[in-house]
C-alpha cells in the first residue's frame, strides 16, 4: 500500500458521524414543569417559616411597647411606639442611666417602664428633689423636672434613702412630678430577672423616630 492509500484511509475514518458531539446524539429531555401542588406547598413552607421566626423574634428578640402615660416625659411620649431588645442583658448587666421595660414589681402581669438609678449594693438618696449615690449628686439633664415653674421636682422630691440589694435594681421615671415608681412601690426594687428589654429605638411618631436614652 503506498502513501496516498493510507492517507485516504485516515481521513475516512474522521466522519461526520464521528465528529458529533455526545450531547448532539442524545436526545434532548422536555423540561420539567412545576407541578402546582408543589408550588402551592412552596408558598406555604415559606409563609409558615415567616410566621414561625415572626413568633421567635417577637419572643426572643424584640419586645414592642406602646407607651400609655407620661411617666417617662419628655424622654418619652404618650402614644410613643417603642421597641426593646430582650437580649440585651444576656451577657451584661443594666447600666445606670438605662431605659428598661419590666414587670410592674407590684402587678406583674403589667409591664412598665423606667429610667435605672440605682445599682446593686448602692445607697441612693434623694433630698430636695436630688439624687445621690453613695453620697455623691447625680446629673440628669433628661429629667422634665429639671426646668423652672410648674415643672419643678416637688411631688415626692425626698428625703428618701435607698439600699438597693445586691441582685436588684432603683428605678424612676424622668417625669419625677408624675411618676408611679420606687418611690411609691410596696416592692420597692427590682431585680434582674424581673427586666424584660432595654428600650432602644422608637419607630413611632415619625417626627421622634430614632434611638431613644
Known amino acids: 500500500m503506498n502513501k496516498e492509500n493510507m492517507k485516504m484511509e485516515i481521513l475516512d475514518l474522521n466522519n461526520e458521524e464521528d465528529t458529533k458531539t455526545t450531547d448532539e446524539m442524545e436526545p434532548k429531555k422536555p423540561e420539567e414543569k412545576t407541578s402546582p401542588v408543589k408550588e402551592i ?5 415559606t409563609i409558615a417559616f415567616a410566621i414561625v421566626a415572626a413568633i421567635l423574634i417577637k419572643n426572643y428578640v424584640i419586645i414592642n411597647a406602646n407607651i400609655p402615660s407620661g411617666s417617662m416625659e419628655n424622654t418619652i411620649q404618650i402614644g410613643d411606639d417603642i421597641f426593646g431588645f ?3 442583658y444576656t451577657f451584661s448587666d443594666p447600666k445606670r442611666g438605662d431605659i428598661v421595660i419590666f414587670n410592674a414589681p407590684d402587678s406583674p402581669s403589667e409591664k412598665y417602664i423606667k429610667r435605672v438609678i440605682g445599682l446593686p449594693g448602692e445607697t441612693v438618696t434623694i433630698e430636695d428633689g436630688k439624687v445621690y449615690i453613695d453620697g455623691e449628686a447625680l446629673e440628669e439633664d433628661y429629667l422634665k423636672s429639671n426646668q423652672s415653674g410648674e415643672d419643678a421636682w416637688t411631688v415626692n422630691a425626698g428625703p428618701y434613702e435607698f439600699k438597693v440589694p445586691q441582685d436588684s435594681y432603683l428605678l424612676l421615671g424622668d417625669n ?8 411609691v412601690w410596696e416592692h420597692t426594687y427590682v431585680s434582674k430577672d424581673d427586666i424584660l428589654a432595654k428600650a432602644i429605638f422608637r419607630y413611632y411618631p415619625f417626627d421622634r423616630f430614632g434611638a431613644v436614652k
Open 86 to 88: 430582650r437580649l440585651a
Open 41 to 45: 406547598l412552596s408558598w406555604v413552607l
Open 176 to 183: 419625677r412630678n408624675g411618676s408611679s415608681d420606687a418611690r
